[in-house]
C-alpha cells in the first residue's frame, strides 16, 4: 500500500480530469509495479517431483531415490536427472540462464570410493579445478539436465561400503548464472529409499551366481534357537575369484542381511506377513556364526579362494513351538568380499 500511495501523491492530475480520473491513474501504476515484481520473484526454478528451489530465497532441495541394491566392481550408475526440470520462467525478456556444477560431494559410503558426474556426456570426478558448464536455458526454456552421477569400483579387494536407507549419500552443488541479476548457488541433496551395498571390487563368489538354499519340510516341533542342536542345516561351498590375478592374501566376506528382530545374529524371515518367529543363522566353516554385518575370513592365492558356510533355521525363543506358524518361509542375503 505504501508504493501505492507514493505513486498517486507524485503524480500529476491534468486540469480537466475527473476525481475518477485521478484512480485509474493511480490503479495503472499499481498493476505496473505488481507486474514487475511477479517478473523479479522467481524468474528461475528446479523442480523434482513437485520440490522446487528457485532464486526467490529457497535453495535445497531434496530427492529421494531408490538405488541398485548391490553395487559391484566397474562402472555403475547411480542417478539420472532426468527428473530434474529447470526452467527461465521469464519469456520475451531477453534474461538467459547458464548452470554450472560448482561441486561435488559424497557422503557416506561413497566417500573415496571412486563416484563422480557425468555432464553432457564427460565423466568428472571431484574435485573440479572450475566449474563445469551443464545447460543454458534461454527466456522461457525449460529442460531436464544432462547429468548422472555414478561410481566406478576398482578391482583390489578393500573395505566393503554400505549406504543405509534414509542417508544423504551426494550433495551437488549447482550455479546458476543470470544475465538479469547474477544468479545464485543450489544444493540438490540426495537420499537413499533403500539400503545399498557397494562392493568395492572385482571380487565375485560363485561367479556372482545367485545361491538357493533350500530346507526343504522342516518339522516345527524340532526347531530350536541353538545353532548347535539344529535339525536341519544346509552346507554351501563358496569360491572366490578376483578380476585381479595377482592378488595374495586374507579377505573377509561379509554377510549382508537385516537381521532378525528377535535376535541380531540371526538373519530375518518372512513367513507371510510375520518375521518375528523364525530365522536364519549363517556359519563358518568351523561353526561360529556370523552375524548380518559381520564377516567370515578365507585366504586368496592368485586371484582364487574357497571356503564354505552353512545356514540352520532358528526360532524365537521366547515362543513356544506350538505359536510358530505354518507355511513357506522365505530370506535373502548378500555376500561380498572385502578386506578381512
Same mark, same amino acid.
Given at each position: 500500500?505504501?508504493?501505492?500511495?507514493?505513486?498517486?501523491?507524485?503524480?500529476?492530475?491534468?486540469?480537466?480530469?475527473?476525481?475518477?480520473?485521478?484512480?485509474?491513474?493511480?490503479?495503472?501504476?499499481?498493476?505496473?509495479?505488481?507486474?514487475?515484481?511477479?517478473?523479479?520473484?522467481?524468474?528461475? &526454478?528446479? &523442480?523434482?517431483?513437485?520440490?522446487?528451489?528457485?532464486?526467490?530465497?529457497?535453495?535445497?532441495?531434496?530427492?529421494?531415490?531408490?538405488?541398485?541394491?548391490?553395487?559391484?566392481?566397474?562402472?555403475?550408475?547411480?542417478?539420472?536427472?532426468?527428473?530434474?526440470?529447470?526452467?527461465?520462467?521469464?519469456?520475451?525478456?531477453?534474461?538467459?540462464?547458464?548452470?554450472?556444477?560448482?561441486?561435488?560431494?559424497?557422503?557416506?559410503?561413497?566417500?573415496?570410493?571412486?563416484?563422480?558426474?557425468?555432464?553432457?556426456?564427460?565423466?568428472?570426478?571431484?574435485?573440479?579445478?572450475?566449474?563445469?558448464?551443464?545447460?543454458?536455458?534461454?527466456?522461457?526454456?525449460?529442460?531436464?539436465?544432462?547429468?548422472?552421477?555414478?561410481?566406478?569400483?576398482?578391482?583390489?579387494?578393500?573395505?566393503?561400503?554400505?549406504?543405509? /536407507?534414509?542417508?544423504?549419500?551426494?550433495?551437488?552443488?549447482?550455479?546458476?548464472?543470470?544475465?538479469?541479476?547474477?544468479?545464485?548457488?543450489?544444493?540438490?541433496?540426495?537420499?537413499?529409499?533403500?539400503? =545399498?551395498?557397494?562392493?568395492?571390487?572385482?571380487?565375485?563368489?560363485?561367479?556372482?551366481?545367485?545361491?538357493?538354499?533350500?530346507?526343504?519340510?522342516?518339522? /516345527?516341533?524340532?526347531?530350536?534357537?541353538?545353532?548347535?542342536?539344529?535339525?536341519?542345516?544346509?552346507? =554351501?561351498?563358496?569360491?572366490?575369484?578376483?578380476?585381479?590375478?595377482?592378488?595374495?592374501?586374507?579377505?573377509?566376506?561379509?554377510?549382508?542381511?537385516?537381521?532378525?528382530?528377535?535376535?541380531?545374529?540371526?538373519?530375518?524371515?518372512?513367513?507371510?506377513?510375520? /518375521?518375528?518367529?523364525?530365522?536364519?543363522?549363517?556359519?563358518?566353516?568351523?561353526?561360529?556364526?556370523?552375524?548380518?554385518?559381520?564377516?567370515?575370513?578365507?585366504?586368496?592365492?592368485?586371484?582364487?579362494?574357497?571356503?564354505?558356510?552353512?545356514?540352520?533355521?532358528?526360532?524365537?525363543?521366547?515362543?513356544?513351538?506350538?505359536?510358530?506358524? =505354518?507355511?513357506?518361509?522365505?530370506?535373502?542375503?548378500?555376500?561380498?568380499?572385502?578386506?578381512?
Amino acid at each position: 500500500m505504501s508504493v501505492f500511495s507514493f505513486f498517486c501523491f507524485s503524480g500529476r492530475v491534468p486540469a480537466q480530469c475527473s476525481k475518477s480520473c485521478f484512480s485509474m491513474l493511480c490503479k495503472v501504476f499499481l498493476s505496473l509495479i505488481f507486474f514487475l515484481y511477479a517478473q523479479n520473484a522467481a524468474a528461475f &526454478e528446479c &523442480e523434482y517431483r513437485g520440490n522446487y528451489v528457485d532464486n526467490n530465497g529457497q535453495t535445497e532441495l531434496r530427492l529421494d531415490v531408490e538405488l541398485a541394491p548391490e553395487i559391484h566392481g566397474g562402472y555403475n550408475e547411480l542417478v539420472k536427472f532426468n527428473e530434474v526440470f529447470c526452467a527461465n520462467t521469464v519469456p520475451n525478456s531477453g534474461i538467459t540462464d547458464t548452470l554450472y556444477l560448482n561441486n561435488l560431494d559424497f557422503r557416506g559410503g561413497l566417500t573415496g570410493a571412486g563416484a563422480g558426474a557425468i555432464v553432457q556426456g564427460v565423466k568428472y570426478i571431484p574435485p573440479f579445478t572450475s566449474k563445469i558448464h551443464i545447460v543454458t536455458l534461454g527466456p522461457g526454456e525449460k529442460k531436464s539436465l544432462p547429468v548422472s552421477l555414478f561410481v566406478d569400483v576398482g578391482d583390489t579387494p578393500s573395505e566393503a561400503l554400505k549406504i543405509k /536407507k534414509g542417508e544423504l549419500f551426494a550433495i551437488f552443488r549447482m550455479k546458476q548464472d543470470s544475465s538479469h541479476d547474477g544468479g545464485q548457488y543450489f544444493n540438490f541433496n540426495f537420499y537413499a529409499l533403500n539400503d =545399498v551395498g557397494v562392493v568395492t571390487n572385482t571380487c565375485d563368489v560363485n561367479g556372482g551366481e545367485q545361491i538357493d538354499v533350500d530346507f526343504g519340510q522342516v518339522d /516345527k516341533y524340532l526347531l530350536t534357537n541353538d545353532t548347535n542342536s539344529a535339525v536341519k542345516s544346509v552346507e =554351501v561351498p563358496l569360491s572366490i575369484r578376483c578380476s585381479q590375478s595377482a592378488f595374495t592374501g586374507p579377505v573377509g566376506i561379509e554377510l549382508l542381511a537385516t537381521p532378525a528382530a528377535f535376535n541380531q545374529d540371526f538373519i530375518q524371515t518372512t513367513l507371510g506377513s510375520d /518375521k518375528n518367529k523364525i530365522g536364519v543363522a549363517m556359519l563358518d566353516a568351523s561353526r561360529n556364526v556370523v552375524r548380518p554385518g559381520r564377516k567370515l575370513t578365507s585366504y586368496i592365492s592368485n586371484g582364487f579362494g574357497s571356503t564354505s558356510v552353512s545356514f540352520v533355521p532358528v526360532k524365537n525363543s521366547t515362543i513356544t513351538n506350538d505359536q510358530l506358524p =505354518v507355511g513357506a518361509f522365505s530370506a535373502s542375503a548378500t555376500l561380498v568380499v572385502s578386506t578381512p
